[in-house]
T-cell receptor, first 114, second 108 residues
């Protein structure tokens, strides 16, 4: 059974650029959630995708957007990057959209915005 | 939304010692997970425990949902246990809400 994978591992961008992060969910999981973890903090929920539709969103601006594909993999896109977007971005998959489902996390993508 | 408080924020242990980490939450929950974040940032699932008690080797966890707290016990700690431990409950259809974590350092 393949776990959650994310790419790239690290990324450096400059302010104003756009970035796309990718996530492949664990086998058999149809729900993907994205979290942002700033240095020294716990992860914060960005949004969740279930069957290719956004199914919940945290307190993040519209320049954070996402997609889920028919194979349940997902992308997180961030436009007009700001310095404060520097963080570890974590993707989690679960076997259903209900919050009672156990979530499994990928290794993360560390984004640095200069 | 649900509020999560973890204690202590930092903990230093001698190898072989035992410890208890606490997680208080403000609402009834239908999911609660404990994670260990290693130095590379990977969140490793320790327990899925919305209620009751579970054990896995040297680790065990108890959630008392009616009193809105969960405990993670680490026995005979090892240097590889170092890292940050997060508690993350959710209620209703809300996503997991993470506490600020407990940073554990185990010294040989």
């Amino acid at each position: 059974e393949t776990g959650v994978t994310q790419s790239p591992t690290h990324l450096i961008k400059t302010r104003g650029q756009q970035v796309t992060l990718r996530c492949s969910s664990q086998s058999g999981h149809n729900t993907v959630s994205w979290y942002q973890q700033a240095l020294g903090q716990g992860p914060q929920f960005i949004f969740q995708y279930y069957r290719e539709e956004e199914n919940g969103r945290g307190n993040f601006p519209p320049r954070f957007s996402g997609l889920q594909f028919p194979n349940y993999s997902s992308e997180l896109n961030v436009n007009a990057l700001e310095l404060d977007d520097s963080a570890l971005y974590l993707c989690a998959s679960s076997p259903g959209w209900g919050s009672y489902n156990e979530q499994f996390f990928g290794p993360g993508t560390r984004l640095t915005v200069l | 939304g649900i509020q999560v408080e973890q204690s202590p924020p930092d903990l230093i242990l001698q190898e072989g010692a035992n410890s208890t980490l606490r997680c208080n939450f403000s609402d009834s929950v239908n999911n609660l997970q404990w994670f260990h974040q290693n130095p590379w940032g990977q969140l490793i699932n320790l327990f899925y425990i919305p209620s009751g008690t579970k054990q896995n080797g040297r680790l065990s966890a108890t959630t008392v949902a009616t009193e809105r707290y969960s405990l993670l016990y680490i026995s005979s700690s090892q240097t590889t246990d170092s890292g940050v431990y997060f508690c993350a409950p959710s209620s209703g259809n809300t996503p997991l809400v993470f506490g600020k974590g407990t940073r554990l350092s185990v010294i040989a």
